[in-house]
């Protein structure tokens, strides 16, 4: 993995993996039978005026009401591409599993351990690459979808009563795309932040963040199981029977060549210092092959800019990779201005923490 930084003030950096794993312990939660064969209580819902077809991240929030903590609280959840749900600040997952428009999968959450009496907040961000999508990757259009198992879930179901914004601060970089294509490329876009333009907030309080980008959400028809006689959305749903993938954090591996920059012996596990107006450049070396997420720690560094790219191997002046396979451009995700927190949505650059 290489990092490129040209800064006009000091950075603070840090590396590390999130691994993937097969999480054994998901909730096997049952799914009320009428949502298996009737017509959902929920809406898709989308954002007012968003393309069908270009790139998007879209925000979702609501607030939830509750007169004491509910000790169970299922809910049933999808989007079209990919959603990253939340409540109060707190990560719950990410899904659905990619399938076809004809078998359009749910993912099904228990919050009750993280729900309390009085004012939750549920949010949820989702997100696609529009005609730059993986191959993989069948789509209709943006949507959001969340379903309550039983009559007190049903207070979180979305329709009008949430609300959408649109995220400014991520975007699609088409560079790579964009270059002679000697080679066969299925993968996402490369993703492009600008943290000046970012609404860190995105999954607060409503009362704290009141930003007028903030709208009603648009719904656009209940959500239907597979096999239900009337078909209101071309998402026919169907439960997720695999079990979710856990993150947990890993080393992201030695430093094996640095320019521009003094590099600390103790990173990635310990920030570096990277001077102001300087061009840097940092290699790691895994060892071996992981299937994770990079994640990045900065502070400071007000305009200034990263390149983060990672590959399975390096690549010699030819564009060979160094195990003599076929070559295939990394991907990168530049980045600028740096601030605080953020997630990336592309399987190849999705953590990038600014601190």
């Known amino acids: 993995m290489g990092n490129q930084m040209r800064s006009q003030r000091t950075v603070f950096l840090s590396v590390a993996f999130v691994l993937l794993l097969i999480n054994s312990g998901f909730l096997e939660a049952q799914v009320a039978p009428d949502l298996l064969n009737k017509a959902w209580t929920a809406q898709w819902i989308t954002c007012p005026d968003a393309s069908e077809r270009d790139p998007f991240v879209f925000h979702f929030r609501k607030v939830l009401e509750l007169q004491q903590p509910p000790e169970h609280f299922i809910v049933h959840v999808s989007a079209d591409?990919?959603?990253?749900?939340?409540?109060?600040?707190?990560?719950?997952?990410?899904?659905?599993?990619?399938?076809?428009?004809?078998?359009?999968?749910?993912?099904?959450?228990?919050?009750?351990?993280?729900?309390?009496?009085?004012?939750?907040?549920?949010?949820?961000?989702?997100?696609?690459?529009?005609?730059h999508s993986a191959l993989a990757q069948i789509s209709d259009r943006a949507g959001f979808l969340l379903q309550g198992d039983g009559a007190t879930e049903r207070a979180a179901n979305t329709n009008d009563s949430w609300q959408v914004e649109p995220e400014r601060g991520l975007g699609?970089?088409?560079?790579?795309?964009?270059?002679?294509?000697?080679?066969?490329?299925?993968?996402?876009?490369?993703?492009?932040?600008?943290?000046?333009?970012?609404?860190?907030?995105?999954?607060?309080?409503?009362?704290?963040?009141?930003?007028?980008?903030?709208?009603?959400?648009?719904?656009?028809?209940?959500?239907?199981?597979?096999?239900?006689?009337?078909?209101?959305?071309?998402?026919?749903?169907?439960?997720?029977?695999?079990?979710?993938?856990?993150?947990e954090l890993v080393p992201a591996g030695k430093v094996v060549r640095a320019s521009g920059v003094e590099v600390p012996s103790e990173f990635p596990d310990k920030a570096l210092v990277v001077p102001?107006?300087?061009?840097?450049?940092?290699?790691?070396?895994?060892?071996?092959?992981?299937?994770?997420?990079?994640?990045?720690?900065?502070?400071?560094?007000?305009?200034?800019?990263?390149?983060?790219?990672?590959?399975?191997?390096?690549?010699?002046e030819k564009s060979n990779k160094g195990n003599t396979l076929p070559a295939f451009l990394t991907n990168s995700c530049p980045m600028a201005p740096l601030a605080r927190s953020c997630r990336l949505h592309g399987r190849r650059g999705d953590f990038c923490n600014w601190t």
């Open 172 to 247: 699609v970089s088409t560079e790579l795309l964009n270059l002679p294509q000697h080679f066969y490329f299925a993968a996402e876009p490369s993703e492009r932040m600008n943290a000046a333009a970012f609404d860190w907030s995105w999954n607060a309080d409503p009362s704290v963040n009141q930003s007028p980008s903030w709208t009603k959400a648009l719904p656009i028809g209940r959500g239907v199981p597979r096999g239900a006689q009337i078909q209101f959305t071309n998402w026919q749903l169907v439960p997720d029977l695999l079990s979710p993938m856990a993150m």
């Open 276 to 316: 102001a107006h300087a061009k840097a450049s940092v290699l790691l070396d895994a060892s071996h092959l992981v299937t994770a997420y990079p994640e990045l720690t900065v502070s400071g560094g007000a305009g200034a800019s990263i390149r983060l790219a990672y590959s399975e191997a390096l690549y010699d």
């Open 81 to 131: 591409n990919q959603f990253l749900l939340y409540v109060n600040q707190q990560r719950v997952g990410t899904g659905p599993a990619r399938s076809d428009l004809a078998h359009w999968r749910f993912e099904t959450y228990d919050l009750g351990p993280l729900l309390h009496s009085g004012r939750n907040i549920l949010a949820a961000t989702i997100w696609g690459f529009g005609t």
